[in-house]
């Protein structure tokens, strides 16, 4: 079992930015994809980014691409989301997922473990 706690989230002004941690509980966590995503109120969790165990390859969402950067340090343990050039429909709770595989689109049916998330909420 690998427990995941997120941080950094809070509240922004439009344009601001944030860094979004995860640090899991275990520190074989360097063999796991791991992955945010994000829910905001009556919608369904959408991905935003991953990033992959082995090369640190990287995946995004279209509607983050050029804005947002997934990174790890494995030293660390920790999984960064920064976030660049935030909107107001970037508003939503962000989660920490991590999976065993590297599959394409990311979906939430991927995750093994989740974190409890954290909230970002960006002002007009």
């Known amino acids: 079992q690998v427990q995941l706690v997120e941080s950094g989230g809070g509240l922004v002004q439009a344009g601001g930015s944030l860094r979004l941690s995860c640090t899991p509980s275990r520190r074989t966590f360097s063999v796991y994809t791991m992955s945010w995503f994000r829910q905001a109120p009556g919608k369904e969790r959408e991905f935003v980014a991953k990033?992959?165990?082995?090369?640190?390859?990287?995946y995004y969402a279209d509607s983050v691409k050029g804005r947002f950067t997934i990174s790890r340090d494995n030293t660390r343990s920790t999984v960064y989301l920064q976030m660049n050039s935030l909107k107001p429909e970037d508003t939503a709770v962000y989660y920490c997922?991590?999976?065993?595989?590297?599959?394409?689109?990311?979906?939430?049916?991927?995750?093994?473990?989740w974190g409890q998330g954290t909230q970002v909420t960006v002002s007009s």
């Open positions: 997922a991590a999976d065993s595989g590297w599959r394409l689109p990311p979906t939430v049916n991927d995750a093994l473990y």
């Open positions: 990033i992959r165990s082995s090369d640190d390859m990287t």
